[in-house]
């Protein structure tokens, strides 16, 4: 009797996993390169202290140098002699495609659940990072292709494309001029929940009152009435100028 030999089984290699702390920094830089800010190892970790506590992520400098050495063993990242940090071809996207999950679950459970806006970054970070492809494909199209998040920043890979009009922070928007709130700041829940309280949301009219620089505020009228916003706050809201009559988008 002959005994045929045993076919060879071959099992597939597990696909390469990014850990959930490199997520956060790519995400981080990310969001540095979006907005056009030095990726240094000083801004990354202003930009990592606003994480969520429950992230679990180290924020001291020498943390921070560390896990950036982690990555850049992993192909993720460089680190040029200026200190500035760069992301590889495959760091990019693996920051767009944690920022995508992100922002697609902020969407899910604002627009979906029904979540008060100010707690959905907080609820994305517990869910990003357990988002596979398929889900996040169906998230998506649920959603029906979204092209930015609650608070008007861009998903990445969503077909995007910036509003016509001129990109200045409240703090630099001068005295009369109205503008639309293009963008708020997601990270911090007290601030977030002032601006949203006082009608400063994405698509919302803002006019600047009174700058008052001298005094560290400036007051500003929504249709929600008139209200005042230290200037710290205020550099971190984005607004653009509304097309006038006579205007081609």
């Known amino acids: 009797m002959t005994t045929k030999p045993k076919a060879k089984t071959t099992r597939a290699k597990p696909s390469e996993r990014i850990s959930t702390a490199a997520e956060n920094?790519?995400?981080?830089?990310?969001?540095?390169?979006?907005?056009?800010?030095?990726?240094?190892?000083?801004?990354?970790?202003?930009?990592?202290?606003?994480?969520?506590?429950?992230?679990?992520?180290?924020?001291?400098?020498?943390?921070?140098?560390?896990?950036?050495?982690?990555?850049?063993?992993?192909?993720?990242?460089?680190?040029?002699?200026?200190?500035?940090?760069?992301?590889?071809?495959?760091?990019?996207?693996?920051?767009?495609?944690?920022?995508?999950?992100?922002?697609?679950?902020?969407?899910?459970?604002?627009?979906i659940l029904g979540l008060d806006l100010y707690r959905a970054h907080i609820e994305a970070h517990r869910l990003e990072h357990a988002i596979s492809p398929e889900l996040e494909e169906c998230i998506r199209t649920r959603l029906g292709n979204p092209t930015t998040n609650p608070f008007g920043r861009p998903i990445p890979g969503s077909g995007y494309q910036a509003p016509p009009?001129?990109?200045?922070?409240?703090?630099?928007?001068?005295e009369g001029s109205a503008y639309v709130v293009d963008r708020i700041p997601e990270e911090d829940p007290e601030l977030l929940q002032f601006l949203i309280d006082h009608g400063v949301v994405p698509e919302a009219t803002v006019t600047v009152i009174d700058q008052g620089k001298y005094r560290g505020v400036l007051v500003f009228k929504t249709e929600s009435g008139e209200n005042a916003l230290g200037y710290d706050a205020a550099r971190f809201v984005w607004m653009r100028t509304p097309l006038q009559n006579g205007d081609s988008a």
């Open 25 to 111: 920094y790519l995400q981080s830089l990310f969001k540095l390169n979006e907005e056009g800010l030095r990726a240094t190892p000083g801004n990354l970790a202003e930009y990592i202290r606003r994480l969520p506590v429950g992230e679990g992520v180290g924020t001291s400098l020498p943390s921070i140098l560390g896990m950036l050495r982690r990555m850049a063993k992993e192909g993720l990242v460089t680190i040029p002699a200026n200190k500035e940090v760069e992301l590889t071809p495959k760091g990019r996207q693996a920051a767009e495609s944690i920022a995508r999950r992100h922002r697609l679950a902020e969407r899910l459970v604002v627009d």
């Open 165 to 174: 009009g001129t990109i200045v922070s409240l703090a630099d928007a001068p």
